[in-house]
């Protein structure tokens, strides 16, 4: 598990920081100034120097950049997501997915509210729409990034057997609560082990928005999936020219020709349907469900295919 707390361990320098809340959103300037005093006091407070970092951000006001390298150097696994914040500010993404502390922290500090938060106000239906794109049954079942098992609940019936994998042990615990999955285990996505012809169906529902950059879990897929080996997944969707961009809510938005070229090259035969995946503050989030059936081996190439071949080795 891991978690990070918020308070600063001083009472004086947690009385400033309230105070400091209360002039928000009116008067950022006056609260980035309280903020500052209270730092002054706990000068280690991780929290604090990423909460600084976000008020001046909001604010457009100096110097937000130093207080979010402030909160990294204090905690090099990075897990507020410091790193993402500075990527916003710079209007560029430096790398190709988050740190898996981040997301770690993320969701399991989440865990036990996160049904309620995403299905009940935000109209999540990633594993909905996946469901709907499936037809017939399956034998071996992987759900990537499983969380609380909100896609088992439409995969049961129709899989031999079903195994869930996440970054996070209170997501995994939610989910073993179901009573759903055959076996759950706890995995970084950004680093598997190499599986060849294991699988005949993988999922990954409102994952990859945690990833930048595909070409490593798509060729780990392609690799793990036996032939004719489905792979259903959700992305959230951008029209731009750039593969992925790193949006203001910290998470990443994939391009629909870069995503078909990439699956493709990887030995893919795939659909790409434009859907509504959830709500995010009264606004729609456009994503694309996407449906792949593995025709083969990709071949190993160089150049764009490398990280392709390399996921594969």
């Keep these: 598990m891991s ?23 009116d008067h950022p300037a006056t609260a980035a100034e309280i903020y500052q005093q209270a730092l002054e006091l706990r000068p280690d407070w991780v929290a604090g120097w990423f909460r600084l970092g976000e008020i001046r951000m909001k604010a457009d006001l100096p110097d937000a950049a130093g207080a979010f ?8 696994r990075d897990r507020l997501g410091a790193a993402l914040c500075l990527d916003l500010l710079r209007g560029r993404s430096l790398a190709d997915s988050m740190p898996s502390a981040f997301v770690e922290t993320l969701f399991d500090q989440y865990a036990a509210g996160f049904e309620d938060a995403l299905v009940d106000r935000l109209d999540y239906r990633a594993p909905q729409l996946l469901a709907e794109g499936l ?16 896609m088992a609940v439409h995969l049961r019936a129709r899989c031999d057997w079903l195994e869930g994998w996440d970054i996070s042990a209170e997501m995994l615990r939610e989910a073993a609560a179901k009573g759903l999955y055959d076996r759950l285990e706890k995995a970084d996505l950004s680093a598997l082990t190499p599986q060849a ?16 950059a595909l070409e490593q879990i798509v060729g780990w897929v392609a690799a793990a999936l036996r ?37 493709d090259r990887a ?8 859907a509504i995946l959830r709500q995010d503050r009264g606004q ?10 593995r025709r083969g081996r990709p071949p190993a190439d160089d150049g764009q295919r490398g990280d392709v071949a390399r996921a594969e080795a």
């Design 227 to 263: 032939p004719g080996g489905r792979f259903a997944f959700t992305v959230e969707a951008h029209d731009g020219d750039e593969a992925y961009v790193l949006r203001p809510s910290r998470r990443f938005a994939h391009a629909s020709a870069h995503l078909s070229d990439l699956l």
């Design 3 to 25: 978690f990070l707390s918020l308070s600063s361990g001083d009472l004086i320098a947690d009385r400033r920081a309230e105070y400091a809340e209360a002039f928000l959103p």
């Design 135 to 150: 037809d017939g049954r399956f034998g071996r079942t992987l759900d990537l990034g499983c969380g609380t098992g909100l």
């Design 69 to 76: 390298q402030t909160a990294l150097r204090l905690d090099p």
């Design 267 to 274: 030995g893919f035969d795939a659909r790409l349907t434009p």
């Design 197 to 212: 012809d294991t699988w005949d169906l993988i999922t990954a529902a409102d994952v990859f928005a945690y990833l930048g």
């Design 284 to 293: 729609p989030i456009h994503g694309l469900v996407v449906q792949a059936t």
